[in-house]
Nanobody, 122 residues
Framework: RVQLVESGGGSVQAGGSLRLSCAASGYTYSSYCMGWFRQAPGKEREGVAAIDSDGRTRYRDSVKGRFTISKDNAKNTLYLQMNSLKPEDTAMYYC????????????????WGQGTQVTVSS
């Protein structure tokens, strides 16, 4: 079965950086999409960044230029490098995987990790 395990969250001050990791196992898709999503208390879950099996990427506007999504196929690991963090980036961050790429639409993903908390203080 597909398993996704996130790590790397934590507490940082505004302007700081974090790198999230998502270790994936159990999937056999030759083509796929992996994404990072986040959900803050009282808010809907939103797509942050996504990458497909060909390495194409998409980002939500508010993180462009600050966040970078990447993957290491040899390690089956997805990353999210987050720089210049802002208090509004505070949320639980989840990685997700699906065989069909709907990019930042969360309804397009069936496999989800348990999440890792990111807290940015001003």
């Amino acid at each position: 079965r597909v398993q996704l395990v996130e790590s790397g969250g934590g507490s940082v001050q505004a302007g700081g950086s974090l790198r999230l990791s998502c270790a994936a196992s159990g999937y056999t898709y030759s083509s796929y999409c992996m994404g990072w999503f986040r959900q803050a208390p009282g808010k809907e879950r939103e797509g942050v960044a996504a990458i497909d099996s060909d390495g194409r990427t998409r980002y939500r506007d508010s993180v462009k230029g600050r966040f970078t999504i990447s993957k290491d196929n040899a390690k089956n690991t997805l990353y999210l490098q987050m720089n210049s963090l802002k208090p509004e980036d505070t949320a639980m961050y989840y990685c997700a995987l699906e065989g069909v790429c709907l990019w930042l639409e969360d309804y397009g993903y069936n496999y989800w990790g348990q999440g890792t908390q990111v807290t940015v203080s001003s």
